[in-house]
């Protein structure tokens, strides 16, 4: 609606102006990438100046000082400022947020909802965790990400359809299932005998047995492999069961599946606690042999072009981008093999208008390669695809997280941090880390009826409990969002 009054508002500011008539919708609005320059942005007169015979700085103070007469504008700017080179730069006032917010809160329809994406369908790829480890803060941003972009669309009414990838295959998932075998017996025996684990199941422990959520129980097996994979002769067993697991061995899949079992399990807890959604899951398993036989089909057509040692490479000069190997020298596939398959299922299988991934930056190469190459088999056009990048997260103070090394922060344990803090501070107590553990255990102690100021329709700690649950889970995903979607965020539990 703010954007929708400015363009009104700039159009009619240019034709007082300088004469011209311009359609609303041909006005670009944007927000500056420093929130010091106001909360909207336009170039308009960048785009104008030529053609008026006018130098933009003087053009865009002009149009500033239309804009400050316009009755609508000043009923919301507190601030419209023309900065060099010609920019139009707008802050809107505090009080007009307050005043839509009480149309939210009183407003007994869907506010904010249209029907400007009707007839459109959208699939997005949001949140795909690798079933080796308990989720953990990138996977946090990234499903709040996600899911409120998501949402917004639904409001919107585009039909919207959510998906992620499971990566179940490949070395990592090959480094669990030796941890599990090596280090996972109930006696700490570190047989790596696969056949001998297949008949003796029952001597190596459960999740339940160790007392463990099952996706640390899998992290923690992770981790010492990882550690072990260090160790040439092992790394030479691990990779076996990759190729063990390729030629479809009964015993090598039955640990496998024993394994992602419990790792599907504890992250499915994160993810219900998240409000996760998800209309389909892709597994890895079911579709990697396709991506080599689109490499194929490509190399015929001669898209793709085979190296003197073997290999497959792209050719992507006309796109601007660096070449990539689709196929390795040995015959393998890579992560890019796999999703070219994939991303022709998403097309073929749902008929989406556009697709979309949420993933991190690290990966845009790797995904504008993608699209490229996809174009050149067919599949769809590049324009239809879009990478939906993020900012990293980490916890202030923490240094770089590594799942291999041990040392990530856990999505449950932050959210189990906050609902303490959150219950702490229920009971109108002033707020320091070394507080919160005898706090915590004075209210679950004592059950006490508050004064009116300290919520007195809180009569029990169950109830302090569940508020708390709910105040944690709004206050971190807030956190998330307010948050420029390309900025890095240093997360800080007291803020």
Known sequence: MIISQLQKAIAQAVKKTIGLDLKPSDILIEHPENEEFGDYSSNIVLVLAKKAKKKPLELAQKIAQELENSKEIKQLSKKIQA??????????????FIKELGKVLNSTEKY???????????????????????????????????????????????????????????????????????????????????????????????PEEAKVRPDKFVDHLYVKASGDFKDKEVEKRVRKLVVDWEKEDKKTWAL??????????????????????WDKVWHEHEHYKKGKELVGQGLKKGIFRKLSDGAIL???????????????????????????????????????????????????????????????????????????????????????????????????????????????????????????????????QKSRKRSRAQLDHIKSYSEVKDLAKKVAIGAVKYSILKVGRMKNIAFDLKE
């Open 112 to 206: 904010g909802t249209s029907d400007i994406g009707k007839g459109q369908k959208w699939l997005i790829e949001h949140t795909s965790p690798n079933p080796n480890k308990a989720m953990h803060l990138g996977h946090l941003r990234n499903n709040v990400t996600g899911m409120a972009i998501a949402n917004i669309w639904e409001a919107l009414g585009v039909k919207v359809i959510r998906d992620c990838i499971d990566n179940n295959r490949g070395i990592a998932i090959a480094k669990l299932m030796w941890g599990y075998l090596k280090f996972g017996h109930k006696k700490r025996k570190k047989i790596t005998d696969i056949s001998y684990w297949y008949e003796n199941q029952n001597e190596w422990l459960t």
């Open 256 to 277: 496998w599946e024993k394994v992602l079992s419990y790792s599907y399990a504890g992250q499915q807890l994160t993810l219900k606690r998240l409000g996760n959604k």
């Open 314 to 444: 792209s050719d992507l000069k006309r796109y601007g981008l660096t070449d990539t190997i689709l196929i390795k020298k040995d015959g393998s596939a890579l992560y890019i093999t796999q999703d070219l398959a994939l991303t022709k299922l998403k097309r073929e299988n749902f008929k989406a208008d556009r697709l979309f991934w949420v993933i991190g930056p690290e990966q845009s190469l790797a995904l504008k390669q993608l699209f490229a190459i996809c174009e050149q088999l067919g599949i769809e056009k590049i324009d239809h695809f879009t990478h939906i990048a993020y900012g990293y997260m980490s916890i202030k103070g923490k240094g770089k997280m590594s799942s291999r090394e041990g040392t990530v922060v856990y999505i449950d344990d932050l959210l189990d941090r906050i609902e303490e803090m959150a219950e702490v501070l229920s009971s109108n107590a002033s707020f320091n880390e070394d507080n919160i553990e005898p706090r915590l255990k004075k209210l679950k």
């Open 83 to 96: 900065v060099k080179p010609g920019f139009i730069n707008i802050s809107i006032k505090n009080e007009w």
